[in-house]
């Protein structure tokens, strides 16, 4: 792949040079496809081709009597309600979390987001870097060390029994409270920097000019700041709920059996049953269902916008 | 007006200390706000570099002590340091690959017009769009149909595939906001296309590439799910940390992830000091 990219670079670049007059039109029609090719191919083929796999193995079945992980393709399309059926509670509670996760961190995001674009002056560089900052700390250090934050001896609980928000033996560890928290923690990141970047793009002295037409500060936001930052909250609401629905880190290292979402099964089924059929039809009905939510956006942004 | 405000405020000075220190937390609200989100983005990076200096023995959970031997024999835990070097030579490859790929489409996108735009568009914006768990059944099953045995070289081609999509919108960002008169002054100035592109345009979208660069290194170096699923048995850092997460994680991980984040944030600061200085010199 690589010498298919760099002859396609090579080709652009010969053309460049030699074409001088008359064969300029013919090769400056090539450049774009020139250009396209080689990263196009990798996905057609990394991405594309591979969930094409994916559906195919979906509608397989087990081979009787043969050895764990044949399967022979009978395009069995009872294999997605089955697995529905099955699995039902975990794609439920994998949309639920990360429906939480993701009005949690707009919750947090927002007003870290409007602090930084608008408040911050001079330091807006620096502030935005440390909100960057947790990406550069292994993903699966940051989830363990909240297993240590919100531990029993951890300050977060000593803190929630001296209020009586838990009784004196409450606990958090392996809970979907900390599950939720870790993926709003894990993903907040994604959630600021598309809402920092729309904010940071607004007028402020539109905001002004509300003002100055007896709009009081509630209405002057809800009329004026909020609809020009929608661009951000729709980049940064499916950033963060499209990894957290899919995400297994979290409720295997902050929960228990009693919160395993539904990459967890995907995962499991994959590695531990070699259940590739089952496997592969509940993530394509983890796609297709992300998809659907995906392209609703889209129709109110514009796919360029997002891109 | 005055007449009528002044005596009140004499005869009420506490209810206008407390009313003032409502008007300040109402002005500063958004700020006192900000400071406790920083707080929860930083508390788990603080206990990660803390217990990089723990005494621990096996497992790290429990503190027990100040040490610096953690930091003076960084892969004193056996298999780290090996993880570690897989992984940085997977995110240099996936970073070179991925960033000449992605540079090249997002120049077509931003500069040219051609047939297929919006396919084009389409095929960038879905593997963002789709949950890592996905991506990586997916290129597993398609592995395991053709035969493949994962390792190291299939989970440079996973990295390739997910990145390409995040250097292409970095690039066509900073693409999007260059003047296109400049390019065109230089085509005034009888520069050829090539000349254009080499003296003028890659200059211009060269810190553009750079921050695409680093974003790709940085999501490779620190995925999980996907590399978890095409590794087979190559271990990468983040698959050390979790596989090890059951028996206990040795500091030397903590050592190695407190490292990556002051390397990275000093090469970010860094570059943002230059950024400026060159903006006034």
Redesign the interface.
């Known amino acids: 792949?690589?010498s298919l990219?760099s002859v396609?670079?090579s080709t652009a670049?010969a053309g460049?040079?030699t074409g001088?007059e008359g064969a300029?039109v013919p090769r400056?029609?090539r450049?774009?496809?020139l250009?396209?090719l080689?990263?196009?191919l990798?996905?057609?083929l990394?991405?594309?081709?591979?969930?094409l796999?994916?559906g195919s193995?979906s509608l397989q079945t087990r081979v009787p009597g043969a050895e764990l992980g044949v399967y022979t393709q009978t395009f069995r399309w009872a294999n997605f309600p089955d697995a529905l059926r099955e699995y039902s509670p975990q794609f439920a509670r994998a949309f639920l979390y990360a429906g939480l996760a993701t009005v949690l961190a707009l919750a947090?995001?927002y007003?870290?987001a409007?602090?930084?674009a608008l408040?911050a002056g001079r330091w807006k560089?620096?502030?935005l870097?440390?909100?960057?900052?947790?990406?550069?700390?292994?993903?699966?250090?940051?989830?363990?060390?909240?297993r240590?934050?919100l531990?029993d001896?951890g300050p977060v609980v000593g803190v929630l029994r001296a209020l009586h928000l838990l009784g004196s033996t409450g606990s958090l560890t392996a809970t979907n409270v900390a599950v939720v928290a870790g993926l709003t923690?894990n993903f907040?990141?994604f959630m600021t920097l598309p809402l920092y970047a729309s904010l940071e793009r607004m007028d402020p002295r539109l905001v002004e000019a509300a003002g100055d037409l007896y709009a009081n500060g509630l209405t002057g936001f809800r009329r004026v700041t909020l609809p020009l930052s929608m661009p951000g909250v729709i980049a940064g609401t499916?950033l963060t709920f499209?990894?957290a629905?899919?995400?297994?880190?979290n409720a295997a290292?902050l929960g228990n059996p009693g919160t395993t979402m539904i990459?967890n099964i995907?995962?499991s089924r994959?590695f531990r049953v070699v259940d590739?059929p089952t496997?592969?039809a509940l993530?394509?009905l983890?796609?297709a269902a992300?998809?659907a939510l995906?392209f609703v956006y889209i129709r109110r942004a514009g796919?360029?916008e997002?891109? | 007006m005055t007449a009528t405000v002044a005596p009140r405020r004499a005869a009420a000075v506490r209810p206008s200390t407390a009313r003032r220190a409502a008007r300040w937390l109402s002005e500063h609200l958004v700020a006192v706000f900000a400071a406790v989100a920083f707080a929860y983005l930083f508390v788990p990076i603080a206990y990660t570099v803390a217990f990089s200096f723990n005494d621990a023995g096996r497992s790290n959970l429990v503190w027990q002590g100040f040490t610096l031997d953690n930091w003076s024999n960084p892969c004193g835990a056996p298999d780290v340091c090996r993880a570690l070097g897989n992984s940085i030579q997977i995110g240099l490859l996936a970073t070179a690959l991925a960033t000449l790929l992605g540079t090249m489409v997002a120049f077509a996108l931003a500069r040219h017009r051609f047939r297929g735009r919006t396919a084009t568009n389409l095929l960038i914006f879905l593997p963002m769009a789709t949950p890592e768990v996905v991506l990586g059944a997916s290129l597993l099953t398609l592995f395991l149909n053709l035969g493949v045995d994962p390792g190291f070289w299939t989970v440079v081609v996973a990295h390739v595939m997910f990145c390409i999509s995040f250097v292409v919108v970095t690039v066509k960002a900073r693409l999007a906001g260059l003047d296109p008169r400049l390019e065109q002054a230089a085509m005034d100035l009888y520069a050829t296309e090539w000349q254009t592109f080499r003296r003028v345009t890659l200059p211009l979208a060269a810190p553009g590439i750079l921050a695409a660069a680093l974003l790709a290194f940085a999501l490779s170096f620190d995925d999980f799910i996907i590399t978890n699923f095409n590794s087979g048995s190559v271990t990468t850092f983040p698959k050390f940390v979790y596989v090890s997460a059951a028996r206990g994680i040795p500091p030397q991980a903590n050592v190695i992830g407190t490292a990556m984040f002051v390397l990275a944030l000093a090469i970010v600061l860094a570059g943002q000091v230059l950024a400026r200085a060159r903006r006034r010199g």
């Open positions: 792949m690589s990219g396609a670079a670049q460049g040079v001088a300029a400056r029609r450049t774009p496809y250009l396209l080689p990263g196009l990798w996905l057609a990394f991405f594309a081709v591979p969930i796999a994916l193995t947090i995001g007003p870290l409007y602090a930084i408040k560089n620096l502030l870097v440390l909100v960057i900052a947790p990406f550069f700390t292994s993903f699966i250090l940051r989830t363990i060390a909240w240590q934050v531990a001896e923690y907040l990141p499916l499209i990894p629905a899919g995400d297994y880190v290292l990459g995907i995962d994959f590739y496997a592969a993530s394509f983890l796609m992300i998809l995906v796919t360029e997002l891109v």
